[in-house]
């Protein structure tokens, strides 16, 4: 193990680490403002990455473009699955309303992940477009260029959405119902449509970390347990409240990875998040809601 | 339980019994091992969940260890059912291990924790025992799907009478207790923590088991995929569907899944999730009590014409 | 103004309040007393909306508020001060400020009122761009009047002002609300501190295990010897 092979696992470990922020920050946005645990969040990047697929495949759109499309698409779906279902989750205390979330989450996800195996078939899929192969050679070290605009763009998301918190008056109305939802009633804040604001936002940004994924990775009707574990180590690691720390969240899960997977060889890449992930959880046994 | 619940029981088993005489297409036979092996697993699942109220979703972990210290120690020549209780006593040890910390979460992080420990064990196991495992072609030669049933009629029944027996038992309302309000049992003087390993210990035993009786079911197969969460889920939906924290709920809840599962398998893959998964939703917001809730909703109906 | 006629409310069940009848009268500040316990803060959820009664009306300008969502009945011009001030931790002076102005009837004029939040509470304007929790606690108590001073209400409820609080600010901050009185702000107040109330308010309600135990003018309540003996303590036999 050279430092210029460990120097390239890390370089990838932070450039896939950025998608797993950006996968977190729509499930934690979700899981603070509403007190949802929505465990079927990565069916929804699944969905996300098969809208940009399929407009690629047939319509020829490049999927950074697609994303156009597919963040107002799972907007409008958050919406619906709002109304839909987790509509009728709040109406319990947060106790009772976190294990129903779960429930119903895992039973969202396999309908989710059987609807895609029936209309995609279980095959993987990628988006490959004509510079799918380019790489910059920085320094030795080799970082595809289609990655790189992944990870940029995840920034820029994860920073526009930091905005949109703390300018837009239902982004202030969506954080002052995570802290205190009576509070914010109180104050004249219709609760129950920041829940639905929040939520169709957390959809939309599981749709584009999901295109994302697409185009530099692959996806596969499979790949919704795997990034719903990232998100929630992601999740569990960074806390809930801030959007940029989600972010580093992410960065630091890849890092982990990267470097776990040069130590111990490649197959064992998921057990360490995964043993942090228990470790944290069982180190904060109150929960992440206490301050 | 009633004695007539117990005369029932008895006669269903005894009847079940004859059935391999009865039935001489293998294939029946395999549905009638997969509904028993479903069961065995529910109800496992059903006393840490049902009963004792911690959502366990990394089960498959237990059911995995068991199958894997079955399948190693049957192939190496010992006694399938020494190698069978061997994988049960590890799944148990497995269990009491990560029991006591997992343990310190509640509700959905329990869930969410014991997800990820399961996870842990099938990326493990799977790393370290990537080969397919196959039987020497003499145990083949000497396969007997009979005695698969009946150890699988054995197993149902046992994990029918542990729900049966604990749900009358003082252990049962301590485990019911928990699950209701587990600060206010403690309160009252209720060990929450030694009733909820208790559940533990008796539900990944028969889990463990069940893995056994899988490895020992299966011709082939790779290591890690009684490993695989999907088991854990089939318990879980078998046994909201049926009626959590009901006796009869997973059986019912088996039966009703593996007849759907294997009828719209010939045509369409998995599409039977499809359907669970929003039936599960719908008993999650409307039914809670499963198909047994249903069941005595229809009998008084049916009583009050 | 507000009426509330024969309340009743519980938690599950415990009933809380046991039949209350109480109003507040256009220009009045009402004190509610009573023990730990009586339901004073029960009743306010009530008023408030964040809990729905099992039995009995309110009624706020002659309109029911009956099942009226919380954020409906700050538009409808009441806006309440909770128990324990009930801020947003990681938010600053300004943002919990034009957070109290975000009822649609509350939007216009918000920068004129949040200018006379600021000239009633020059320490705010000082701070404005500061977290709140890190000040102390008569400002936040500050802030949280001031959040709902940013709604416009025509009613103000407050749960407990004075709790955890320093004479000195008290003194600073009921006479604030005695202001506040005067611009046409009617005002139902609930306060341990029953002296203080006493002096601020024109009529008070005595609230004892869910029921209204006694009622009327505050001086005459003042004199009381009932009351005396239960809440104003040994400083008040001396007199």
Known sequence: MTAAVLLQQVVLGLLIGGLYGLAAAGLSLVFGVLKVLNVAHGELIMLGGYGAFWLFALAGVDPFVALLAVVPASLLMGALLYHGLFAWVVRAHEETRIKNSLLIGFGLGLALHALAVQLFTADERAVTTAYAGAVLDLGGVSVPVVRLASLALALAITVGLHGLLARWRWGRAIRATAEDWEAAALAGIDVRRAYLLAFSIGTALAGAAGTLVSVGYSISPSIGLEWTLKALIVVVLAGLGSMLGTFVGGLVLGLAEAVSATAFGGPYREVVGLLIFFLVLVARPQGLFTR | MSRAGVLAGIGAVAALAWLPVVVRRDDHLNFFVLVLLTVTLAQSWNIIAGYAGQVNLGHAAFFGLGALVTRSLWIGGAPVVAGMLAGAAVAVAFALAVGAAAFRLRGAYFAIGTLALGEILRITVGNVLPEISTLPTDVIAGYRLATRYWIALALAGLSVLAVAGLSASRLGLGMQAVREDEEAAEATGVGALRLKLVALVISTGLAGLAGGLFAFYHISYYPAHPFAPHWTFDAVLVTFIGGVGTLHGPILGAVFYVFLKEYLAVRWVDFHLLIFGALFVAIVLLLPGGLVEAGGRLRAAWRST | ?239
Not at chain 3, 24 to 51: F, H, W, Y
Not at chain 3, 115 to 136: G, M, N, T
Not at chain 3, 142 to 152: K, N, Q, S, T, Y
């Open chain 3, 1 to 239: 103004m507000l009426e509330v006629e024969g309340l009743e409310a519980s938690y599950g069940p415990f009933l809380a309040l046991a039949g209350v009848t109480l109003s507040v009268r256009p220009g009045e500040i009402v004190a509610l007393l009573g023990p730990n316990g009586a339901g004073k803060t029960t009743l306010i959820r009530c008023v408030s909306g964040l809990l729905r009664p099992r039995a009995g009306a309110i009624r706020w300008e002659s309109a029911p508020l009956d099942g009226v969502p919380a954020h409906e009945i700050v538009e409808r011009g009441i806006a309440v001060v909770p128990e324990g001030r009930r801020l947003f931790p990681t938010m600053t002076v300004e943002e919990h400020l034009d957070l109290g102005a975000f009822a649609p009837r509350a939007r216009a004029g918000r920068e004129r009122r949040r200018e006379e939040v600021f000239a009633i509470f020059p320490v705010l304007r000082e701070r404005r761009r500061q977290r709140v929790r890190s000040l102390s606690g008569g400002q936040q108590q500050m802030v949280a009047i001031g959040r709902a001073l940013m709604a416009a209400p025509r009613l103000l409820v407050l749960d407990e002002p004075s709790l955890g609080l320093a004479p000195r600010v008290v003194e600073a901050i009921l006479g604030v609300l005695g202001e506040i009185n005067r611009a046409g702000v009617s005002i139902l107040l609930v306060e341990q501190n029953v002296h203080a109330a006493l002096a601020l308010a024109h009529r008070a309600c005595i609230l004892e295990s869910g029921r209204i135990a006694g009622e009327g003018p505050a001086r005459a309540l003042l004199d009381d010897p009932h009351v005396r003996r239960a809440y104003l303590g040994p400083l008040a036999l001396r007199e």
